[in-house]
């Protein structure tokens, strides 16, 4: 499984950005697909993720600002970021879960000023 990311950037704080991720190669049973991110010193931590059947869960930091969702036919997973905050400011890599393995995309960087 190969996962491509795009849609990193600067925003100001309050801005949105929205971030894509496409998966390629052996996508038969992908079971989920998410995102990550991790912050200098911090811990890689879970951001949102997206079942097969659609269901999704949120980093409680997120809840009704992030929203993640899937585009089964072109195997894309997006994450809108909404009201951006200088502490959602990270890498965020992309996540596919396959049989139990993860897969994991080149990060893209995602800076907030305040």
């Known amino acids: 499984v190969q996962l491509q990311a795009s849609g990193g950037g600067l925003v100001q704080a309050g801005g949105s950005l929205r971030l894509s991720c496409a998966a390629s190669?052996?996508?038969?049973?992908?079971?989920?697909m998410g995102w990550y991110r991790q912050a200098p010193g911090n811990q890689r931590e879970l951001v949102a993720a997206?079942?097969?059947?659609?269901?999704?869960n949120y980093a409680d930091s997120v809840k009704g600002r992030f929203t993640i969702s899937r585009d089964g036919a072109k195997n894309t997973v997006y994450l809108q970021m909404n009201s951006l905050k200088p502490e959602d400011a990270a890498v965020y890599y992309c996540?596919?879960?396959?049989?139990?393995?993860?897969?994991w995309g080149k990060g893209t960087q995602v800076t907030v000023s305040s």
């Open positions: 997206i079942t097969n059947g659609g269901i999704t």
């Open positions: 190669g052996s996508i038969f049973r992908i079971n989920a």
């Open positions: 996540n596919a879960d396959r049989y139990g393995m993860q897969y």
